[in-house]
Structures are given as structure tokens and as C-alpha cells.
């Protein structure tokens, strides 16, 4: 019942495992919203090609007497069945794919795992496909209702399915459902939050960036006759080419979001190149100097020595500082953090200058020793700082085996855990805690491997108390453990790609249905059917290429907020693979828009207009 006592396990059992293993699960829940993201972008799309060939079949239901609640309870039995049949296919590809992952796990964790498809897991697929296809298939159900009987008298008809302003509010329930899925996978409000306000805000900026060109290209003065028909449909079709450079744009955005965030994980995992080879602690006070001599001994010295001393806080600015309660039924990453926060003992240094894997990010560092007049400084880490809601300025006071000692923040400190150095949430200014009782960690600096183990042999056997850690082998251990996840996070890539493909194929083949009509009168007029399919692969090829270049250019600033945000503060400028989406996406959408151009064009008005 104590809340001051708490299980750790191999996820949080340091700071520097525990920091690793949590950004992996951030990325990999990244990479599931933004596959869901994808995947509602792309089944947007086909139900509004689905919905609009379906306008005179809606016509007709009417004219037998169908009301409009009917009409739309008919439609969307059809787009529950459609999601309920397309769990299968997914299904059986996830059961293609777990041989490949017990062999995956079984060479990281060296155990064999028997993995196997639960039957919740492959309800829990079927419910999200319904979900997912009833919130976004909902709202574009609603232009049937504005469908009149008469229209089935008349050559020349359409439907607008364009997205209108009264009708953004339908898509509320799923922008609220899409949000609770981001906070549940990331487990953190911060994070689930951000996700989607950052997504939102994208959405406008990159519908403004659209607008802006049509607007710009609209004014541009043309000679050649068929660049001229380009640019002047791209502007008469205003909807229909923002709708397409939006749709472009954020799935690129989304493909290249995951590739650059992966580059600075992987970046933070392998660490530096200053690692120490051994680790001490539990060094007693008078052990310092018989740790020295034999360090001097083997031709080396102790890297780095950092005092430790034990104690409790006990009051934040002069109000009683009381343990969190137990967890929740549902409790998120900042929740759970703030919990341990609270509940657990401190352990308090100092030092008079900063480690090579710390810098001031707020405030001043100690700038001299504490002689006793007022009150002492105290520099804390910055995530400990967010997560206690503390700042500089507070009054912080500890409880030091039966000892009151007071400091106040004057700094925070920015601090790089994987460095394998000896580090401290809080420190104290050199000249308060030298009397208090306590031992000491050290670091040694990168040795060859025999003399390692000659120089632990030699700590051991003269100082049998001390425990000592090989960082070395725990490090070549995490790489080892990286080259691992380094699959899971290029497959993971890879498929977002391979949606976003799905979604490029989508929007062509709806634009190329919307344009049809025009498409067949241009080779009624004598048109060659060449001429017409360069002319409609030129209009898409145009606004795939601005889209593209504006998706990448977001894809940066997201990744770069993303990774300083929540991912250890490493960002990797990469052009490699954002180039190779750029250009492959080109080249795809040139196939797939010469494609569905054709196969418009081989068809006869008539057939058409029917």
C-alpha cells in the first residue's frame, strides 16, 4: 500500500533502457495513426468515386417512393458490409506475416516465441474497419438527399459530392474518435494532442498553399495552346484541384514524416562515441583513494566521480510536498511519470561543473561555491521540471537523514541520458551536501578489452563491495537490440509508403471519373486520344509535383518539431529517401493517371452519359 514503493520492470528499470525502449514505442504508435490517417484519406476518396456512380440509382429508389433516411440506412449497410469484408483480406496478410515475426523476436530476444492471431485482435480490426468506414462513408452520404427524380430525364447530370461548409461538422465525431485513438495507442494526452493538432494545422496551411496556386496560375498569360487548356481547366476546376493537391500533399507529408523521425531514434539509440567502458557505484567515501591507485596502477583514471547522497523532499515553496495516489484504471505517460515522480526517494550531487552530456537550458549554472550566506541554488533536468511542475525561482527543501536542507532552482538542465554518464535529476551548488553521508558513481573511460578485464578483476579482488557495470557489452547488447528494431521501423516505412501509393491510385482514378465527360468531348471534336491523355497526365503530373514538394517541405518542419518534442531532441537532416518518394511518386502517378485516362477514353460517350 505504500505509494513510495514501485515495481520496475526490464521497460523502466533505468533510465537510459527504459528511455530507448519508449521512444521505439512512440515511433511505432506514430507509424500506426499515421497509417490510419492514410488509410481514411484513401477510403475517402473511393467511397466518393463508390457514392457518385451510385446518383441514378438513388434517383430511381426515389421515384419509387424510397425517403431520403431509407436511401442513406441502405447505403450504409452497403458500406458496413464493404468494411466487414475487407477485415479478410487484412486478416489473412497478417497471418502471412507472423512466421516472419516470431523469427524476428526470436533472434532479439534469443527465447522462442509461438505467435499466433487472437480472435480480439481480428475483432478489434473488424470493428475499427466499420468505424473507419461509417464515419468517413457518413458525410458523403448526405449530398444524396439534394437528388431529384427529374434528373433521370436529363442527358447532362451530376452530383456534387464536393466537401461543403455546413457539412465539416459531420466529420466532428470522427476527428474526436481519431483524437481518444491517438491518446489511447501514444498513451499520452501531450502526444495524442499534438498528433492531431498538428495534422489539423497542416491540413490548412497546405489547402491555403493550394489555393495560392491555382489563384497564381489563374493570372499566368499562355501561348501554347495546350499548356494553355491545362492551366485554364486547373483554375476552372478549383475543388477538384485543391482537393487533389491536399489529398497529395498530406500523404507524401505522412510517408516522409516516418522515415525522418526514424533517422534521429536510430541517431539517439547508438549513442555517442565517448561511451565509458566500466561503470562503478557503491563506492564508499574512503574508497576513492584506494580506487585511484589502482586505476593509476593500469595507466588510466576515473573519468568522471559524482557524489551521491540519499534524501526525501519534503515541501515545494513552503507547502507540504505529499505521494501520489495509486494509478488509475487508465493513466497516461504524464500521469504515470508525474506518479513516480512523487512517490519515489531522491538522490542528490553536486558538482562545479557541468558534464559533458548536460547543458543549461533555462537559467544560470552555479557560478561559485556556498559559503553559507542565504540560500543555496539547486539545478534540476528539465523533463523532471515539467513533469513535478516546478520552475526556476521555486524553493525546494529536502529531508537528509533526519537533516532540513533548503535550495532554490536556479537552473535547468538539459541532460543526455544515453551517454552512460553518471547524471542527477537534481544538484545541488557546491559547499552544502560535502558533510552529508554518502557514496559515490565513476565512470572509466574506454579501455581495450584485455586490459578491462584485467583492471575489473583487480577492483574486485581489492574492493569486493563496489558493483561495477560493463558498458561496453550492455552498449554492443542495446546495438545489437537496435539492428533489430531497425526492421521493424523500415518495414514500418516501407508500408506507409505503400499506402500512401494506394492513396495516389485513389485520387487519380477518382479525377480521372470526374473528368470524364470532358475527356470524351475532346475526342468527339477530333481530338486524338494521345493529345487528350497528355493533356489530363499533364494537369495531375502538375499538381503532384507542387503537392509533393510542399508534403516534403511539411514533412521536415514536423519531423524537426516531433523529434525535439518527443524523441530525445535528435533530428537527422536526410534528402535520400525523401527525394526517392519524390521522384518514384512522379513516376507512379504518371503510370496510374495514363492509365485510368485510358481507360476513359476507350469508352463511348453513350456508354457514359448512361
Not at 433521370?152 to 457539412?167: A, F, G, I, V
Not at 557560478?367 to 540560500?375: E, P
Request: glycine share 4%.
Amino acid at each position: 500500500p505504500d505509494p513510495g514503493i514501485d515495481i520496475k520492470t526490464h521497460r523502466n528499470a533505468s533510465e537510459q533502457v527504459g528511455t530507448l525502449l519508449n521512444y521505439l514505442n512512440d515511433y511505432l504508435g506514430l507509424v500506426s495513426l499515421v497509417a490510419l490517417f492514410l488509410c481514411g484519406l484513401g477510403v475517402s476518396f473511393f467511397y466518393r468515386s463508390y457514392i457518385a456512380k451510385r446518383y441514378r440509382d438513388t434517383a430511381v429508389l426515389k421515384s419509387l417512393g424510397f425517403s431520403d433516411s431509407k436511401i442513406l440506412i441502405l447505403y450504409l449497410i452497403q458500406i458496413v458490409i464493404l468494411g466487414l469484408l475487407s477485415t479478410i483480406p487484412a486478416v489473412l496478410g497478417s497471418k502471412a506475416l507472423l512466421p516472419f515475426l516470431g523469427s524476428m523476436t526470436q533472434d532479439l530476444l534469443n527465447i522462442e516465441i509461438h505467435v499466433r492471431l487472437m480472435p480480439s485482435t481480428m475483432g478489434l480490426a473488424a470493428i475499427t474497419s466499420v468505424i473507419l468506414s461509417v464515419l468517413i462513408g457518413w458525410p458523403l452520404l448526405h449530398p444524396l438527399k439534394e437528388i431529384r427524380p427529374n434528373i433521370l430525364l436529363q442527358e447532362h447530370d451530376h452530383l456534387d459530392t464536393r466537401w461543403k461548409k455546413r457539412n465539416l461538422l459531420l466529420y466532428l465525431p470522427a476527428t474526436i474518435i481519431f483524437w481518444f485513438t491517438a491518446m489511447w495507442i501514444s498513451q499520452s494526452y501531450i502526444i495524442g494532442s499534438s498528433f492531431l493538432l498538428a495534422f489539423l494545422a497542416s491540413l490548412v496551411l497546405l489547402s491555403l498553399a493550394g489555393y495560392m496556386i491555382v489563384i497564381f496560375i489563374a493570372r499566368l498569360e499562355i501561348r501554347n495552346i495546350q499548356l494553355k487548356i491545362v492551366i485554364r481547366n486547373l483554375a476552372r476546376h478549383k475543388f477538384a484541384t485543391l482537393s487533389c493537391f491536399v489529398s497529395i500533399s498530406l500523404a507524401v507529408l505522412l510517408i516522409n514524416l516516418i522515415p525522418q523521425i526514424q533517422a534521429g531514434i536510430q541517431a539517439q539509440l547508438h549513442g555517442g562515441s565517448s561511451t565509458p567502458s566500466l561503470f562503478l557505484f557503491d563506492i564508499q567515501e574512503d574508497q576513492v583513494k584506494d580506487i585511484n591507485s589502482v586505476l593509476e596502477s593500469k595507466g588510466t583514471a576515473l573519468l568522471q566521480l559524482s557524489p551521491m547522497v540519499r534524501a526525501r523532499l519534503t515541501n515545494i515553496n513552503g507547502q507540504p510536498f505529499h505521494k501520489s495516489n495509486d494509478p488509475k484504471i487508465f493513466e497516461s505517460r504524464e500521469q504515470n511519470q508525474e506518479r513516480r515522480s512523487r512517490n519515489r526517494s531522491y538522490n542528490l550531487s553536486y558538482r562545479e561543473k557541468l558534464a559533458s552530456s548536460e547543458k543549461v537550458k533555462k537559467g544560470k549554472y552555479f557560478s561559485d561555491r556556498f559559503y553559507g550566506n542565504g540560500i543555496p541554488e539547486i539545478s534540476v533536468e528539465d523533463k523532471f521540471a515539467d513533469r513535478m511542475g516546478i520552475k526556476i525561482g521555486d524553493l525546494l527543501e529536502f529531508d537528509v537523514q533526519g537533516l532540513d536542507i533548503a535550495g532554490k532552482i536556479t537552473s535547468i538542465r538539459e541532460i543526455n541520458w544515453t551517454s552512460f554518464e553518471p547524471n542527477f535529476f537534481i544538484q545541488f551548488q557546491p559547499g552544502v551536501l560535502e558533510e552529508a553521508p554518502k557514496t559515490y558513481l565513476a565512470s572509466i573511460p574506454p579501455l581495450e578489452t584485455e586490459k578491462k578485464v584485467i583492471l575489473q578483476n583487480e577492483l574486485v579482488k581489492k574492493l569486493p563491495n563496489i558493483s561495477i557495470i560493463d558498458v561496453t557489452a550492455m552498449v554492443e547488447r542495446i546495438s545489437d537490440m537496435v539492428r533489430q528494431m531497425s526492421l521493424a521501423l523500415t518495414f514500418m516505412a516501407y508500408f506507409s509508403m505503400l499506402v500512401g501509393f494506394v492513396i495516389l491510385y485513389s485520387v487519380a482514378s477518382h479525377q480521372a471519373f470526374e473528368r470524364r465527360r470532358e475527356m470524351l468531348l475532346l475526342k468527339i471534336l477530333g481530338t486524338s486520344v494521345q493529345k487528350i491523355s497528355i493533356l489530363f497526365t499533364s494537369e495531375f503530373l502538375f499538381i503532384s509535383i507542387c503537392a509533393s514538394f510542399f508534403g516534403v517541405l511539411f514533412s521536415y518542419i514536423l519531423s524537426f518539431i516531433f523529434s525535439k518534442s518527443f524523441f530525445g531532441n535528435q533530428w537527422i537532416f536526410s534528402l535520400k529517401l525523401p527525394l526517392l518518394v519524390f521522384f518514384s511518386l512522379q513516376l507512379i502517378a504518371f503510370l496510374i493517371v495514363r492509365l485510368s485516362a485510358n481507360q476513359i477514353l476507350k469508352s463511348k460517350y453513350s456508354n457514359v452519359s448512361n
